[in-house]
């Protein structure tokens, strides 16, 4: 699986959107870019994945690039809940293949 | 929403005990991980299961380490020994078909003293 660059730690204020990049600049066709969380230790939460459109569910927004060299995973309204490890992860497409984590960018919402 | 369900959500066991961590996957789920963070570090692949085989499994899942589904419902993870370095979250993740996301569980926190 591409390796992916996340910055390790990062502010946002809360009710503000919090945009967290990743870059996956080997990513290959057949790998998509999934996004998880992890809030104090908990199990990973899924959030979102693409290949290569963009894509919009009731938690998120993940932008990715037209060369698909990075990504943006967008929180659209942070909630002080909303603290945790976010990961970004690049899946090969095969059924049951596995998800590789990397060290992840921690986010705090402050008030 | 259906979720992973882990239990004991915490086990305390000495050094060269057998323990078994247990997990009920989400219920139409095929494909089945096991997943284990110490304190402070990454979270690491252990092994992954798929049609009562395991498909793949890491450098960390040595004999010491084997995994069953024993019927239906449960998925678990045995040490064989225990060692105080296996001190740590074991998370269990199930997947439907395909490609699809994996869903975790909350973990077992396994300490060994």
């Known amino acids: 699986d591409a390796k992916t660059t996340q910055p390790p730690s990062m502010d946002c204020a809360e009710g503000r959107a919090a945009n967290l990049p990743c870059n996956h600049s080997t990513i290959s066709g057949n790998e998509y870019v999934y996004w998880y969380r992890q809030i104090h230790s908990q199990g990973p939460q899924y959030i979102i994945h693409?290949?290569?459109n963009n894509e919009t569910n009731e938690m998120a927004s993940l932008i990715i690039t037209e060369d698909r060299k990075s990504s943006t995973l967008i929180l659209p309204h942070a909630t002080l809940r909303d603290t945790a490890v976010y990961y970004c992860?690049?899946?090969?497409?095969?059924?049951?293949?596995?998800?590789?984590f990397g060290g992840g960018t921690r986010v705090l919402v402050k008030p | 929403e259906p979720e992973v369900t882990q239990t004991p959500s915490h086990q305390v066991t000495q050094m060269g005990q057998e323990v078994i961590l247990r997990c009920v996957p989400i219920s139409n789920h095929l494909y089945f991980y096991w997943y284990r963070q110490i304190l402070g570090q990454k979270v690491e692949f252990l092994v992954s299961f798929y049609n009562n085989e395991i498909s793949e499994k890491s450098e960390i899942f040595d004999d010491q380490f084997s995994v069953e589904r024993p019927d239906g419902s449960n998925f678990t993870l045995k040490i064989r020994s225990t060692k105080l370095e296996d001190s740590a979250m074991y998370f269990c993740a199930s997947a439907s078909v395909g490609n699809s996301p994996l869903h975790f569980g909350n973990g077992t926190r396994l300490t060994v003293t």
């Open positions: 693409g290949l290569k």
């Open positions: 992860i690049v899946r090969v497409k095969a059924a049951g293949n596995k998800l590789t």
